[in-house]
């Protein structure tokens, strides 16, 4: 799932330097969404580890 963030990222950062504004845009708006998709899964993790009911590698 983080290489598909990177790659969104880097998808926005292209578009909106050679002026695709709307391409630019939806990429990063599904960046943005990956990437709060992402923090969610991380805090259940950490919550879950901390409790002792997840096994952390």
Known sequence: MLQLLI??????LVAGALGFT????GAAALAKII???MLI???II???ALTG?????
């Open 35 to 37: 990437f709060f998709i």
């Open 22 to 25: 709307g391409i630019a845009a």
């Open 7 to 12: 790659l969104l990222v880097v998808v926005a």
């Open 46 to 48: 950490v919550l879950l």
């Open 41 to 43: 899964g991380i805090a």
């Open 53 to 57: 009911l997840a096994i952390i590698f």
